[in-house]
Nanobody, 124 residues
C-alpha cells in the first residue's frame, strides 16, 4: 500500500507561481511512476503531468506545457509540480497519483494510488 500526501496548494493571482509537493510512503519510491491530475468543479479529472521512475522521462498535457514542470527526488520520496504563469482556468483540486507499472501514463485508470488532493485557486 502506498500513501500519498499533497501540499503546497493555495490562492494565487493570475501570472503567479506555486509549487506542489507530494510525499509518498509505503513502497520504494523509485519503483513508482508518478503523476499529477486535477479536477475543476463540474468537470472530470484530467491529466496534468507524469514522470518516470528515474525522472528522466516526463510528459505534459498541452494545456500546461511550457508552464508546469514535474520533478522528483527519490532520496526524499517526493514528487513536485512547479506551476508558473498560472491562469484562472488552472483552478482545481490537484491530485498526486502513483502507479506500479514501468511506463509513464496519462490516464487516471492506470494509477493505483491517489492522494487526498490540494486546492489551487487562481484569481484574475
Amino acid at each position: 500500500q502506498v500513501q500519498l500526501v499533497e501540499s503546497g496548494g493555495g490562492l494565487v493571482q493570475a501570472g503567479g507561481s506555486l509549487r506542489l509537493s507530494c510525499a509518498a510512503s509505503g513502497r520504494t519510491f523509485s519503483s513508482l511512476v508518478m503523476g499529477w491530475f486535477r479536477q475543476a468543479p463540474g468537470k472530470e479529472r484530467e491529466f496534468v503531468a507524469t514522470i518516470s521512475r528515474s525522472g528522466v522521462s516526463t510528459y505534459y498535457a498541452d494545456s500546461v506545457k511550457g508552464r508546469f514542470t514535474i520533478s522528483r527526488d527519490n532520496a526524499k520520496n517526493t514528487v513536485y509540480l512547479q506551476m508558473n504563469s498560472l491562469k484562472p482556468e488552472d483552478t482545481a483540486v490537484y491530485y498526486c497519483a502513483a502507479e506500479t507499472t514501468i511506463s509513464v501514463a496519462t490516464t487516471a485508470g492506470r494509477y493505483d494510488y491517489w492522494g487526498q488532493g490540494t486546492q489551487v485557486t487562481v484569481s484574475s
